[in-house]
C-alpha cells in the first residue's frame, strides 16, 4: 500500500542548531513534493516546491532535498529559531494535482 | 494570504442533520479541495474539484458530497452528520501555471463537532 511517513511525531531542537526532518514515502513516485507549516489552529502554508528532477532547493534558511531512490526527502531549517516551532507537513503529487499529505512532525525551538 | 475564506468556522450539530460547509476564493484559481484533519491522521483529500461542474473523490469521499456551481464557490455537504465527521475541515485552491507544479492555498478551517 502507498505509504508517507514523517520521521517523528515530535522534535526538539536547541535555537541556533539545524533542524532536520525527514519524509520517506513507499509505493509512489511522485513527480514533485512539497513542504507546508502549520500553526496550531491554522491552515497548512507552502514552503517549498522540489521536482523529481532536482536534488536540492533552498529558500533563505530552509533546504529540501529529494531522492527519488531512496524515496525519501529531507527538510533542513538552519539557524533556527523559537519562531521556526511549528507542525511541518510533506506532501507528495499523486496525480492530477492532488497532493496525499503526511501526519507532520511537530518542531520546537528551544531557547 | 489568498483570498480564500471559510464558512461556518465552528459549528456544533447534531447526528443525523445535514451540514454544507462552503469555501469561498476571490483568486479564480481553477482547482479547489476539501480536506478534513484528524489526529493520527493528517490531512486527507474528501472531494476537489478541477473545474466548475467537475468534481472527483479523494480518499475518504464516503458520506460527503461536493457542489461547485461557480468559480469562486465550492461547497462540502454532509448528507446525515456522524460523530465520525467530526473534525477541522480545510478547503485549499490551487492554480495553473504551463506545468502542473502549483502549491495550494489553505483556508482557515472550520472545526465541526458531530454530536
Known amino acids: 500500500s502507498q505509504k508517507i511517513e514523517q520521521n517523528s511525531e515530535a522534535l526538539n531542537i536547541q535555537e541556533g542548531k539545524t533542524a532536520t526532518l525527514t519524509c520517506n514515502y513507499t509505493n509512489y513516485s511522485p513527480a514533485y513534493l512539497q513542504w507546508y507549516r502549520q500553526d496550531p489552529g491554522r491552515g497548512p502554508v507552502f514552503l517549498l516546491l522540489i521536482r523529481e528532477n532536482e536534488k536540492e532547493k533552498r529558500k533563505e534558511r530552509l533546504k529540501v532535498t529529494f531522492d527519488t531512490t531512496l524515496k525519501q526527502s529531507l527538510f533542513h531549517i538552519t539557524a533556527s529559531q523559537p519562531a521556526d516551532s511549528a507542525t511541518y507537513l510533506c506532501a507528495l503529487a499523486t496525480g492530477n494535482e492532488k497532493l496525499t499529505f503526511g501526519t507532520g512532525t511537530r518542531l520546537t525551538i528551544i531557547p | 494570504d489568498a483570498g480564500i475564506t471559510q464558512s461556518p468556522r465552528h459549528k456544533v450539530t447534531e447526528t443525523g442533520t445535514p451540514v454544507t460547509l462552503r469555501c469561498h ?88 463537532t458531530v454530536l
Open chain 2, 25 to 112: 476564493q476571490t483568486e479564480n484559481h481553477r482547482y479547489m479541495y476539501w480536506y478534513r484533519q484528524d489526529p493520527g491522521h493528517g490531512l486527507r483529500l474528501i472531494h476537489y474539484s478541477y473545474g466548475v461542474k467537475d468534481t472527483d473523490k479523494g480518499e475518504v469521499s464516503d458520506g460527503y458530497s461536493v457542489s461547485r456551481s461557480k468559480t469562486e464557490d465550492f461547497l462540502l455537504t454532509l448528507e446525515s452528520a456522524t460523530s465520525s465527521q467530526t473534525s477541522v475541515y480545510f478547503c485549499a485552491i490551487a492554480g495553473t501555471s504551463g506545468i502542473h507544479y502549483n502549491e495550494q492555498f489553505f483556508g482557515p478551517g472550520t472545526r465541526l
